[in-house]
């Protein structure tokens, strides 16, 4: 997909922007969600989420971005997590969702694309195989392909 990209300022001017978003692993509440977040202040890669977020060229009012991200089907159920933790394969998700504006903080600019960003992204999401297996076919995987 690289030809479909570019990443000079003049040639972002009216083309959708990606982005890659890294966020705290979500876990159930309590010392789980808690190592969870400490992982992530303290940049353990290996312990982030990672996202694709895409940003419409388009007027004002709508300038919500999209965000595409693979992950558990049940990310905050125990089982699922023991699950991970021990290697093995857990159904996964695609989601595509939106949101107001960018995250201000592990945001990091891809690229413009000379597409429909977000069709892109959905054709993409499509053929994806939704068996999660951590290091192998996670989050970082699906980042890496869909960009």
Known sequence: MASVFA?????????????????????????????????????VWDLQHFMVIIKPFSPPPHSQVFVCDFQPKDPENIYTALEVLSGRSVPGSVLVRKLTKLPRNKCWFVGSSKLDAVDVAINFNKSWETHLRIGQHDCRDYTNGNI
């Open 7 to 43: 990443n000079s300022a003049a040639a972002t001017r009216g083309r959708d922007e990606v982005y890659v978003a890294a966020v705290p692993l979500r876990a159930t509440k309590g010392p789980a969600q808690l190592l969870m977040s400490s992982a992530y202040t303290l940049n």
